[in-house]
């Protein structure tokens, strides 16, 4: 059986580079029926912390990354952590220690060696303790990596290494190698800067008499100067581009997209596990294109049904903490709906959608201020309202058509141009001069918000004169 895992070490936001590792892991298990597992890589304490552990589960949730065993938590998995592994390192250390692979070393203050042995160094307790690894240095440690094909290493160019640290806690290239055996897991696929620790891995593998994985380094997600994608160049963890307004699907989409060969450019990455093969991997940097992920999630968002989208943006605004304007669609669910596929038409992301939207779901909006210079300043303004109004008011259905051929009728009488006409109404009844169509606009509003922001502009107007 197949076996994958995800690794990551708690030690900050789920960096997107990490997602798209686990995602490669996880479509990998999925096409060979295999198992994909979570294992939270926390022995360094210092620099780990639950709350990363925290914000790691949940994003690889939101993608969909879904493990297939663990713990039980009340009926779901749970992760597996290396900090609650530590009886079974030590079992391991010691088997090394009594078959003389590896020993105790003592340090002094300065970091210098100064005591080895076989046996616990009783005398020196109080001094700093490690268990280090002895090197075979003679030939060279090699493996079939199936990504960059066959790698090399001379075994004369590395000392022997610590193993156990002296506060009592194994070192990464020690426990990945004890809990990668006894998760029998068959394929290590992560970033290509594990490569060189692939080789102490791989002795330790023989020491134990182990089966070795099969590895697979795949190249870091690059920024535009070609180095690694770190927060210089931009937000970087999920959650940001959670919080930006990014679907889901749109991130996935991207992400498979980086580095994967794959004859389509728009999908759900769950509809293509299996046409997953490491033979599609390229071995070339990618750079992350923060536009283009942009570019895909409007084609996402916009291929999406009104309920899929609504929902969405529901779960995005009770993300980022808008729960007045949640609580609202949620009461107003059918209008918000229109409202939206009106919107999606000009937009690329959720908090574009918001803000292009907002105007439609509060009344006290602020006109803009270029609004109120070019139209609401003009001697024909009050007399272009009150004839919409007097219009809007004979209206009864407000159909695309008939909202036209009133729009159209106000502009025959000729208060002004027919372009004044029309962004005079646009700003007036949504506050600003780049929104939906306007027919669509205000056949969404409806008569009773159509007629109530008309009245207000002309309070407005009012008011402004008389100061
Ligand atoms: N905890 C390691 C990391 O976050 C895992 C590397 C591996 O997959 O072996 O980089």
Redesign the pocket.
């Known amino acids: 059986m197949i076996r994958l895992r995800f690794?990551?070490?708690p030690t900050g936001s789920m960096h997107v580079g990490g997602v798209r590792t686990a995602l490669f892991n996880w479509l990998f298990a999925k096409k060979n029926n295999g198992k994909f597992i979570l294992r939270i890589?926390d022995t360094d304490k210092e620099r780990s912390s639950k709350e990363s552990e925290r914000e790691i589960i949940n994003s690889l949730k939101w993608c969909g990354l879904d493990w297939d065993e663990g713990p039980d938590i009340g009926g779901e998995y749970g992760p597996y952590r290396q900090s609650e592994r530590l009886d079974i390192y030590k079992k391991y250390i010691n088997f090394l220690i009594e078959k003389n692979m590896a020993y105790y070393a003592v340090y002094d203050k300065n970091n210098n060696e100064i005591y080895t042995s076989n046996n616990y160094p009783e005398k020196y307790k109080n001094e700093s303790i490690v268990v280090k690894f002895r090197v075979n240095k003679n030939g060279i440690t090699e493996y079939n990596d199936l990504l960059k094909g066959n790698i090399k290493f001379r075994n004369d160019l590395i000392d022997d290494f610590i193993i156990l640290r002296s506060n009592g806690i194994p070192v990464?290239n020690f426990t990945?190698v004890i809990d990668d055996h006894f998760m029998k897991i068959t394929h290590?696929i992560?970033?290509e800067d594990?490569i060189s620790n692939t080789q102490k891995q791989i002795m330790l593998y023989k020491a134990f008499g182990w089966d070795i994985p099969e590895f697979m380094h795949i190249p870091l997600i690059l920024g535009n100067d070609r180095k690694p994608l770190s927060k210089r160049h931009g937000g970087t963890s999920v959650e940001y581009f959670r919080k930006e307004g990014i679907l889901k699907d749109a991130l996935m989409n991207y992400l498979a997209l980086l580095g994967w060969t794959i004859n389509d450019e728009i999908f759900d990455y769950k509809d293509k596990i299996n046409d997953f093969s490491p033979d599609n991997i390229s071995n070339k940097g990618v750079i992350f294109d923060y536009d283009k992920l942009e570019w895909l999630c409007g084609k996402h968002l916009r291929l999406m049904d009104a309920d899929q989208l609504i929902n969405e943006y529901i779960d995005w605004l009770k993300y980022t903490d808008n729960h007045v304007l949640k609580d609202y669609i949620i009461k107003n669910i059918e209008y918000s709906k229109k409202v939206i596929l009106i919107c999606r038409e000009k937009i690329n992301t959720l908090k574009q959608l918001k803000d292009f939207s907002y105007n439609f779901f509060i009344d006290d909006f602020d006109y803009e201020e270029k609004y109120i210079e070019k139209y609401l300043k003009k001697e024909w303004i009050i007399e272009l309202i009150k004839t919409s109004i007097e219009k809007f008011e004979n209206l009864e259905d407000f159909s695309i058509e008939n909202v036209e051929k009133i729009l159209r009728e106000i502009a025959e009488l000729k208060i002004t141009s027919k372009k004044n006409t029309f962004q005079s109404i646009r700003g007036a009844v949504l506050g600003k001069l780049v929104t939906p169509g306007l027919f669509e606009s205000i056949a969404v509003l409806g008569k009773d918000r159509v007629l109530s922001r008309l009245r207000r502009v002309e309070v407005f107007i009012n008011e402004y004169f008389k100061k």
């Open positions: 690794a990551p070490s890589e990464y990945v290590v992560r970033g594990h």
